[in-house]
Structure formats: structure tokens, C-alpha cells
Nanobody
């Protein structure tokens, strides 16, 4: 069972930066496929749906960005593939949300939360004007 634990959220002013981290454990390989080969960051405001921010193919490190924060975020992982990062710059009040780390075996549309089997508990980001 994959476990994801996010950290790094907090309160910043407009234009500030934060780096979110997600510890990934419990990854298994079966028939050459990882159960967490596709990893992502989503965000959600109260009462809203989860919105994909960025995805990463864990085997190669190739990133995919959605339009939600494109140009202001960078998704990456450490060399051991056990920590996923989201560097966020130029933050705006509308970026205030709970940010979630997600992982799954299937590759696909980075905007689709149904693609992911495993989710962390989230880390709160608040941006003040």
C-alpha cells in the first residue's frame, strides 16, 4: 500500500514562494510496472473539486503541467524517487487551497483525479494580499 505524506504548506504573502514535499513509501513493482509510477500534485478549495497542478512520470522524471499554475510551479523528485516536490513561485491569493500529493499506476490526463489510487492527507497553503 502506497503511503503519501505531504509537508511544506504555510502562509505567505502575494508573490512569495513555497516548496511542498511529499514522502512516498510502499511502492511495489509488478510485471515491470510500479504501483506509483505516475505522481501528481492537486489542489482543492473548500466546496470545490480537486484541480490538477502538475504530474510526473517517476521512472524518467518527465514533468507535465496543467494550465492552473503553469509557469509558476516546478514538479520534481529526489534521486531515490522517495520524495516528490512542488516548487511554487509568484503565489497569488487565488492559489490558497489544500494541496494534495497523489500517485497511481496508470498514466493519463494530469487533470483527472480519478486516475490516481493513492492520496496524501494534504497540506494547506494560504496566500495573503
Amino acid at each position: 500500500q502506497v503511503q503519501l505524506v505531504e509537508s511544506g504548506g504555510g502562509s505567505v504573502q502575494t508573490g512569495g514562494s513555497l516548496r511542498l514535499s511529499c514522502s512516498v513509501s510502499g511502492v511495489t513493482i509488478s510485471a515491470g510496472f510500479s504501483n506509483a509510477g505516475f505522481r501528481a500534485w492537486f489542489r482543492q478549495i473548500p466546496g470545490g473539486r480537486r484541480e490538477g497542478v502538475a504530474c510526473l512520470y517517476s521512472a524518467t522524471g518527465r514533468p507535465v503541467y496543467t494550465d492552473s499554475m503553469k509557469g509558476r510551479v516546478t514538479i520534481s523528485q529526489d534521486d531515490s524517487k522517495s520524495t516528490l516536490y512542488l516548487q511554487m513561485n509568484g503565489l497569488k491569493p487565488e492559489d490558497t487551497a489544500m494541496y494534495y500529493c497523489a500517485a497511481g499506476q496508470l498514466f493519463g490526463d494530469c487533470r483527472s483525479d480519478t486516475l490516481f489510487d493513492y492520496w496524501g492527507q494534504g497540506t494547506q497553503v494560504a496566500v495573503s494580499s
